[in-house]
């Protein structure tokens, strides 16, 4: 039984009216078939565009966790190149070196000393306390995070020949 049937049932239409009613809707039918006219479902539009917002957040917010997740990750095995690899600074020797703008002081022993101002050891800062590495573990660290290594003496290999003072040579123990 339709809603039209039920409402005349009930008494709350009359006959004339229901016709009208179906007429009407069947002309309004006739004209969108002939015209080929597409009536605009506007919540049908305003539910596929949230819900294409809804999508295009979440992409955001899984690009933006993955990009934390993998700073993490990177992180972690910065950490645990430098715990694995560090050299204990207990020495006698004062060696100083720049942290940005600052002069830093870290005591090493005698061969310590050397291997830094070879270019074999590598200064690292972890948690506020500055560290010994060999340069190879270094290299690996600067490849994941550019921003840990400190002090890195990397030797010349080429003297540059317009160098006036190429021909005196510098202490390697030369303290300041």
């Not at 565009?49 to 917010?61: F, G």
């Not at 050299?87 to 061969?111: I, M, P, S």
């Not at 200064?123 to 306390?129: A, H, S």
């Not at 400190?150 to 003072?165: G, K, Q, V």
Request: glycine share 2%.
């Amino acid at each position: 039984m339709s809603l039209q049937d039920q409402l005349l049932k009930a008494g709350l239409v009359d006959q004339k009216k229901a016709s009208k009613a179906k007429k009407s809707k069947h002309q309004q039918a006739k004209i969108k078939q002939k015209n080929k006219v597409e009536t605009v479902d506007e919540a049908k539009l305003a539910a596929q565009q949230a819900q294409a917002e809804k999508i295009a957040r979440d992409r955001e917010l899984n690009a933006q966790r993955k990009a934390e997740a993998e700073q993490r990750a990177i992180a972690a095995q910065v950490r645990q190149l430098i715990e694995m690899n560090r050299q204990t600074t207990d020495g006698d020797v004062a060696y100083r070196f720049t942290d940005e703008t600052q002069v830093k002081t870290l005591y090493v022993n005698e061969t310590q000393q050397k291997q830094l101002s070879n270019g074999r050891l590598c200064i690292v800062k972890l948690d506020g306390q500055y560290q010994l590495i060999p340069t190879l573990v270094a290299e690996k660290i600067q490849q994941r995070d550019s921003t840990t290594t400190i002090l890195s003496n990397r030797p010349t290999e080429t003297p540059d020949e317009d160098d006036p003072y190429a021909e005196f040579q510098v202490p390697d123990d030369l303290m300041w």
